[in-house]
Nanobody
């Protein structure tokens, strides 16, 4: 059984930082064979791409609205992908989801991701 479990969400003030983590288990081909991504969904909005990292961790991709503020990384030895979020803004308020894509290359398309976590809430006050 595949599980992706996010943690690290919370309530912070604008300008502060949070670090989200996602621990994966049960992936068919092993964690290091999957590209990993973070997506988010704000109230009343569609889920959107935030960041992704290749299976090796060498390649990354970010949505324009987080470039320079967020950093995605992975630790294949710990089956973990993280999202460091700095200079948070109220518009970053959303439920953040991690997802696993059984491809070595990065994708921004939600349909390419086979497995999803339950999400963790991030709230940023002004």
């Amino acid at each position: 059984q595949v599980q992706l479990v996010e943690s690290g969400g919370g309530l912070v003030q604008a300008g502060e930082s949070l670090r989200l983590s996602c621990v994966a288990s049960g992936l068919t081909y092993g964690f290091s064979s999957y590209a990993m991504g973070w997506f988010r969904q704000a109230p009343g909005k569609e889920r959107e791409f935030v960041a992704a990292v290749s299976w090796t961790g060498v390649s990354t991709n970010y949505a324009d609205f987080v470039k320079g503020r967020f950093t995605i990384s992975r630790d294949n030895a710990k089956n973990t992908v993280s999202l460091e979020m700095n200079r948070l803004k109220p518009e970053d308020t959303a439920v953040y989801y991690c997802a696993a894509d059984p491809d070595q290359y990065i994708s921004t398309r939600q349909t390419d991701y086979d497995y999803w976590g339950q999400g963790t809430q991030v709230s940023v006050s002004s």
